[in-house]
């Protein structure tokens, strides 16, 4: 889960790169890229601060990084994601279902970045191919592509008796599920 939200950090860096351009622009007037989440991700944002300065931008100077958190409590998204609507800012980047839900709701014009296990039944896009309106990022689908991995490790060593995963213990709302037999 955290190198797919480092991906989409720097994926959404990237893309930031593309949209902005604001050199010598008072930091009021800078372009505003938005991170919306659910829960602290400090490393993430770390992350995703190192990768806009790789790429030549530095907050307060050519952007204007703005992060909203609801710290858990997640009751505080829409009036975060309203509180980010009013800045303009040029993308929203979100790292979790409820936050991109959030930021979904307010608005269909900015960009948004999202990270999410099947963004497709969610709602948050129309397909994979070609997701549509303002959403794009990475889909997770771990439910179907864990089936479809367990299902290729078991025909590349048939005589496995078990086989082990683990969980983050940052997502423990993430649960180890056994298929039927």
């Not at 601060?49 to 100077?61: A, F, I, M, T, V």
């Not at 979100?94 to 307010?106: F, V, Y």
């Not at 689908?141 to 940052?170: F, H, Y």
Request: positive net charge.
């Amino acid at each position: 889960m955290i190198a797919r939200q480092a991906l989409l950090l720097r994926l959404g860096a990237s893309a930031l790169a593309l949209l902005v351009t604001g050199a010598g622009v008072a930091a009021e007037q800078l372009p505003v890229v938005a991170i919306l989440l659910s829960e602290p991700l400090d490393r993430e944002i770390a992350a995703f601060r190192g990768k806009l300065e790789e790429l030549g931008y530095q907050d307060g100077g050519d952007v204007r990084l703005v992060i909203r958190n609801a710290e858990g409590r997640l009751e505080r998204l829409a009036g975060l994601a309203a509180e980010i609507f009013a800045m303009a800012p040029k993308v929203i980047v979100s790292l979790d279902s409820p936050p991109t839900r959030a930021a979904i709701d307010a608005t269909a014009e900015i960009p948004i970045v999202m990270a999410s296990g099947d963004p497709i039944a969610l709602g948050f896009i129309s397909s994979l191919a070609r997701p549509g309106g303002n959403v794009t990022g990475t889909a997770g689908m771990t439910n179907d592509l864990a089936a479809k991995r367990l299902q290729l490790l078991t025909e590349a060593v048939p005589q496995a008796k078990q086989i082990a995963g683990s969980v983050p213990p940052r997502r423990p709302r993430q649960r180890a599920r056994r298929s039927p037999d």
